[in-house]
T-cell receptor
Framework: GAVVSQHPSRVICKSGTSVKIECRSL??????MFWYRQFPKQSLMLMAT?????????EQGVEKDKFLINHASLTLSTLTVTSAHPEDSSFYIC??????????FGPGTRLTVL | AQKITQTQPGMFVQEKEAVTLDCTYD???????LFWYKQPSSGEMIFLIY??????QNATEGRYSLNFQKARKSANLVISASQLGDSAMYFC????????????FGTGTRLTIIP
């Protein structure tokens, strides 16, 4: 199947700093990517839909000024957590749409904000 | 809006036995897709199986089969001949039509296979 990578896999940062997470589709082009967040022992919750060349669509309750999404190319979407705080500590997972019926997930990024 | 309900927070099954993980859904969309994913402790989401709402036959993928009962709005996952490597979290999910749209996940079931 298609491969989606995320970088970094783990990141620890101080409160107030910004963190950028990259999501790449390695062997296919993805016009649409999704960003999910998963708190410990909870389910995945969709944060936003990232479309190449246009603004991201955020789910209700997700602050678009805090979670900046840029889908600059057909193989790369980035999520920047601005002014991170401990409550932003979570597991962030992206997925990329490969075709009509296929969505592939990245391995996830574990963010810890001290 | 779409919703997935998984009522089994945890299950313990003897190795080599079959196991059924429950999933019920609610949606007002005329067509939709149902998915099952496996999440091991490493965190990656592994796609297992897909069922389209208009598919006449239940989906099967190797040891995985999906027991789709549209009238009951259920999409249970059946794993045959369970293996130790099957121990993981399992999530049921729904998309408005096909897999290229945003997924709504259930709360998951933690499956533990006992040797």
């Amino acid at each position: 199947g298609a491969v989606v990578s995320q970088h970094p896999s783990r990141v620890i940062c101080k409160s107030g700093t910004s963190v950028k997470i990259e999501c790449r589709s390695l062997d296919f082009q993805a016009t649409t990517m999704f960003w999910y967040r998963q708190f410990p022992k909870q389910s995945l919750m969709l944060m936003a839909t990232s479309n190449e060349g246009s603004k991201a669509t955020y789910e209700q309750g997700v602050e678009k000024d805090k979670f900046l999404i840029n889908h600059a190319s057909l193989t790369l979407s980035t999520l920047t957590v601005t002014s991170a705080h401990p409550e932003d500590s979570s597991f962030y997972i992206c997925s990329a749409v490969a075709g009509y019926n296929e969505q592939f997930f990245g391995p996830g990024t574990r963010l810890t904000v001290l | 809006a779409q919703k997935i309900t998984q009522t089994q927070p945890g299950m313990f099954v003897q190795e080599k036995e079959a196991v059924t993980l429950d999933c019920t859904y609610d949606t007002s969309d005329p067509s939709y897709g149902l998915f099952w994913y496996k999440q091991p402790s490493s965190g990656e989401m592994i796609f297992l199986i897909y069922q389209g709402s208009y598919d006449q036959q239940n989906a099967t993928e190797g040891r995985y089969s999906l027991n789709f009962q549209k009238a009951r709005k259920s999409a249970n996952l059946v794993i045959s001949a369970s293996q130790l490597g099957d121990s993981a979290m399992y999530f049921c999910a729904i998309a408005p039509s096909f897999g290229n749209e945003k997924l709504t996940f259930g709360t998951g079931t933690r499956l533990t296979i006992i040797p």
